[in-house]
């Protein structure tokens, strides 16, 4: 495996903005700044603070993840997606339990909103790494394995176009294989070692989940709940940088 920089490192670090407000965002995004990682902008934030906050971020030369997980019928997802582009974000998810023509208008949208060549990455949510089998399987009535239903959607979410998808780390290497190496696999799940699970069932470590071959990881508690949020993630940035 070819040796990371530091910045291809943090590159690949999501850091997930769970915050109530922007204020309290704020206080996080000044003990990191300067460290080239990708932010995440998930639901609670974006509803409390809108838009107008994404934009605020790109400003200031952040990368974007809007983590909005959009279900709904094509064309409200394809007006969507249209509204989301036009914000700049780097990247955003649809559900690909939607099916293949939601995904389908998701791209629709975004060519809707500007030039194909500077259009935001778009990936599909296979199953939330909160969610296990039995889970799956009794509650949300899907049958098999959570990895026969990830690679299921990965391969719809592939044929509808998009560039990747969200899956837990243990899943990105049949992934791969399924859809190729150029087609983009987003992580959560990710916890450095001795940090607490929480609410994730499929976890790995970040150089961990790096050796399975995944493009970025989303790490939200182990930074922003950590006494020391900037020293968290230059611990985990260099344990990217020097994984074997």
Same mark, same amino acid.
């Given at each position: 495996?070819?040796?990371?920089?530091?910045?291809?490192?943090?590159?690949?670090?999501?850091?997930?903005?769970?915050?109530?407000?922007? !204020? =309290?965002?704020?206080? @996080?995004? #000044?003990?990191?700044?300067?460290?080239?990682?990708?932010? %995440?902008?998930? *639901?609670?934030?974006?509803? =409390?603070?809108?838009?107008?906050?994404?934009?605020?971020?790109?400003? +200031?030369?952040?990368?974007?993840?809007?983590?909005?997980?959009?279900?709904?019928?094509?064309?409200?997802? %394809?007006?969507?997606?249209?509204?989301? !582009?036009? @914000?700049?974000?780097?990247?955003?998810?649809?559900?690909?339990?939607?099916? %293949?023509?939601?995904?389908?208008?998701?791209? #629709?949208?975004?060519?809707? &909103?500007?030039?194909?060549?500077? /259009?935001?990455?778009?990936? &599909? $949510?296979?199953?939330?790494?909160?969610?296990?089998?039995?889970?799956?399987?009794?509650?949300?009535?899907?049958?098999?394995?959570?990895?026969?239903?990830?690679?299921?959607? =990965? /391969?719809?979410?592939?044929?509808?176009? @998009?560039?990747? $998808? $969200?899956?837990?780390?243990?899943? $990105?290497?049949?992934?791969? &294989?399924?859809?190729?190496?150029?087609?983009?696999?987003?992580?959560?799940?990710?916890?450095?070692?001795?940090?607490?699970?929480?609410?994730?069932? /499929?976890? *790995?470590?970040?150089?961990?989940?790096? +050796?399975?071959?995944?493009?970025?990881?989303?790490?939200? +508690?182990?930074?922003?709940?950590?006494?020391?949020? +900037?020293? =968290?993630? #230059?611990?985990?940035?260099?344990?990217?940088?020097?994984?074997?």
């Amino acid at each position: 495996m070819v040796a990371l920089t530091r910045a291809e490192a943090a590159a690949k670090v999501m850091v997930a903005l769970d915050y109530p407000n922007a !204020a =309290a965002a704020e206080q @996080l995004l #000044e003990q990191i700044n300067g460290i080239p990682c990708y932010i %995440k902008v998930g *639901m609670q934030l974006y509803y =409390a603070a809108g838009p107008g906050f994404v934009e605020k971020l790109k400003s +200031r030369g952040f990368h974007i993840f809007l983590d909005l997980k959009m279900h709904d019928i094509p064309n409200t997802v %394809k007006g969507g997606a249209s509204s989301i !582009a036009a @914000l700049g974000v780097d990247m955003f998810n649809v559900h690909a339990a939607g099916g %293949k023509a939601m995904m389908e208008a998701a791209m #629709e949208g975004v060519s809707l &909103a500007g030039s194909s060549d500077n /259009r935001p990455t778009v990936i &599909a $949510v296979t199953q939330l790494t909160s969610t296990s089998q039995l889970v799956m399987n009794e509650e949300i009535g899907i049958p098999g394995t959570v990895e026969d239903t990830v690679i299921h959607y =990965a /391969r719809l979410a592939k044929q509808a176009g @998009l560039d990747g $998808v $969200v899956a837990s780390p243990s899943e $990105v290497v049949a992934i791969k &294989a399924a859809c190729g190496s150029s087609f983009q696999t987003v992580t959560p799940g990710i916890r450095p070692a001795g940090a607490a699970l929480n609410d994730q069932t /499929r976890i *790995m470590t970040p150089g961990e989940a790096l +050796r399975q071959g995944t493009d970025f990881m989303v790490i939200g +508690r182990p930074i922003t709940s950590a006494p020391d949020p +900037r020293q =968290a993630l #230059e611990s985990i940035i260099e344990e990217l940088v020097s994984h074997e």
